[in-house]
Nanobody
Framework: QVQLVESGGGLVQAGGSLRLSCAAS????????MGWYRQALGKQRELVAK???????IYADSVKGRFTISRDNARNTVYLQMNSLKFEDTAVYYC???????WGQGTQVTVSR
């Protein structure tokens, strides 16, 4: 089972940017789809973005045009570039690659108004 460690979160003003990283304990080369998810306080976890091994991406409507997911298989790392952050983006962000991966601790993103 591949373990994942998310990092890069923090406190940022609305309109600002953050880049999240998800480092895997093993190879993600064979994991077709890697995704970023988030869970706001009192809400269910939701999909933010996914990327497959060919580099095709899918985004939640709420983040389209603002967030960019990418992956570096050589570094076993998945990234989430977040621009034009909004208060509503405040949440704990997690990455996951399906049954082959464990859920990590997540990284807190807080956007102030």
């Amino acid at each position: 089972q591949v373990q994942l460690v998310e990092s890069g979160g923090g406190l940022v003003q609305a309109g600002g940017s953050l880049r999240l990283s998800c480092a895997a304990s093993g190879s993600i080369f064979t994991i077709n789809i890697m995704g970023w998810y988030r869970q706001a306080l009192g809400k269910q976890r939701e999909l933010v973005a996914k990327i497959n091994s060919a580099g095709s991406t899918i985004y939640a409507d709420s983040v389209k045009g603002r967030f960019t997911i990418s992956r570096d298989n050589a570094r076993n790392t998945v990234y989430l570039q977040m621009n034009s952050l909004k208060f509503e983006d405040t949440a704990v962000y997690y990455c996951n690659g399906g049954p082959q991966t464990d859920w990590g601790q997540g990284t807190q993103v807080t956007v102030s108004r």
